[in-house]
């Protein structure tokens, strides 16, 4: 079945691709063996410059890079450009910093003086191909962030990326050949999700990363462990969005709006349950109904759009059977709740706020991947974080309140990867990324994502 790219704001399928078959993906798994093998020994000082080299062409392609991307996937022109260019600053930061951060550790001499060692120290080595299976909603960005540490690191890289967006996929691959980055260091597998299983199998794919659904995360997961191999998940989540009566309530509510709306709501990372004291619960769930009602949804091309199309018509499809779900067992819609009136192509859906959220809701529990936004009230801090924890995903939260001590009490109860304060969710080079709970396991960027894809081996000299 072929692979297509399809734009969601018009449903034009762009263009087909024929996925490979058995005989090319052997070739793609053969060449990354080889290269691997010389490619592991190259200096920090060789990658850097390639890595580099790469982020200048990725800048100077930033426009061409972010309108695929929006004709893909439907983000705003605008959140694409962003994207191009977060992933130029990703790879200069590890081109920058992935020596330093594998470095030799050598513990104090008094800690192994009983070891029988002379000297004892810790190398970090590269583990091999390293197989990452990628979603749409951050087609360059998801794929970067693994890409810029595992090369930075010495492995080599294959991508199994979203079938909606082939384009992005082959630009990304294009993007390291250019750079002069060996053949075989970076391959972009256009496969379907039936051939992903014997790609983790294969016994030259060293480990897997996947970014995507839980069920995705599960099959990939579990073909990893049976061939005991190293896996790191990113999978779903449903963030809450906390805000407390100390909370700048004008600025929360602003900042509110940008983290359900990113991405046109897809982002897993995306604020989507808001649970507010019930000091501030009027005066916030008013803002910010207005404020998501004055959003302005079209052509994603148009600079003046705050919300573009979904990603597909299932995509679409999901999130309306969960809002007429809400709506039928009694949640009250204070905006949006349906298709946008004008857009008769497409997979267009309004900013929708939803209040009244009960137990007996599917929104309660499901990831909402869209516009779509639940408002809580709760009487006090205890509830607040009992709400925030009532939920099988863990990747991040958002906590409004200059309250130490509620921080503080945050940080230590809540399950999730991160705790950002009086502020948005976002990821960034230097910080380490993962969830717990169904959210997945192990960590991304900074020092710890680099290091999920390496060998620590202990060096024992008597």
């Known amino acids: 079945m072929p692979i297509a790219s399809v734009n969601p704001a018009t449903g034009e399928t762009l263009e087909t691709f024929e996925p490979l078959d058995a005989a090319g993906i052997e070739q793609r798994l053969a060449r990354a063996e080889t290269t691997f093998h010389s490619y592991r020994t190259s200096p920090f000082a060789a990658r850097k410059e390639l890595m580099h080299h790469a982020a200048d062409l990725l800048d100077q392609d930033g426009e061409a890079v972010a309108r695929t991307m929006t004709e893909e996937m439907g983000k705003p022109l605008a ?45 970090y080595r590269p583990l091999g191909p390293v197989l990452a299976v990628m979603p749409w909603n951050f087609p ?61 199998r294969d016994p030259r794919v060293a480990a897997v990363t996947l970014t995507g659904s839980e069920p995705a995360g599960r099959a990939v997961a579990s073909a990893a462990a049976d061939e005991v191999k190293k896996a790191v998940l990113e999978l779903g989540g449903s963030d809450p969005f906390v805000v407390l009566p100390s909370a700048d309530v004008d600025t929360a509510v602003a900042t509110a709006v940008r983290a359900r709306v990113q991405n046109n709501g897809q982002s897993c990372i995306a604020a989507k349950r808001f649970i507010v004291h019930t000091d501030v619960y009027d005066r916030f769930t008013a ?34 059977e969960l809002v007429e779900d809400a709506r039928t067992h009694g949640a009250r819609v ?33 990831e909402t991947f869209g516009p779509v936004a639940t408002v809580y009230r709760v009487a006090d801090l205890d509830e607040a974080v009992a709400l925030a924890n009532d939920t099988p995903f863990g990747l991040s939260s958002n906590v409004w309140t200059t309250d130490g001590a509620e921080q503080e009490r945050f940080v230590r109860d809540v399950q999730a990867g991160g705790v950002f304060f009086n502020g948005m969710t976002a990821s960034h080079p230097a910080l380490p990324f993962g969830g717990v709970k169904r959210s997945g396991f192990g960590r991304e960027l900074s020092g710890h994502g680099i290091r999920e894809f390496c060998n620590v081996t202990t060096v024992w000299i008597g």
């Open 140 to 200: 360059f960005w998801q794929v970067i962030r693994f890409a810029a540490p595992a090369l930075m690191a010495g492995n080599v890289g294959l991508l199994k990326h979203a079938s909606n967006v082939p384009r992005t996929a082959l630009a990304i691959e294009e993007l390291f050949r250019r750079a002069g980055f060996p053949e075989g260091c970076f391959q972009t597998l256009l496969i379907g999700s039936g051939a992903v299983e014997g790609v983790v």
């Open 334 to 366: 204070e905006c949006g709740g349906g298709r946008p009136e004008g857009w008769d192509t497409g997979w267009f859906y309004e900013p929708t706020v939803l209040t009244g959220i009960t137990p007996a809701m599917r929104i309660h529990q499901e």
């Open 287 to 320: 803002g910010f109904t207005a404020a998501m009602r004055a959003l302005r949804v079209g052509d994603p091309m148009d600079e003046t759009t705050d919300v573009g199309p979904l990603a597909s018509r299932q995509g679409r499809d999901d999130l309306e």
């Open 79 to 123: 959140a694409s450009r962003a994207e191009a260019a977060k992933c130029a600053k990703a790879m200069r930061w590890y081109a920058d910093n992935a020596e330093a951060l594998l470095a030799d550790e050598h513990p104090a001499r008094a800690d192994v003086a009983d070891s029988g060692a002379s000297r004892a120290y810790v190398r």
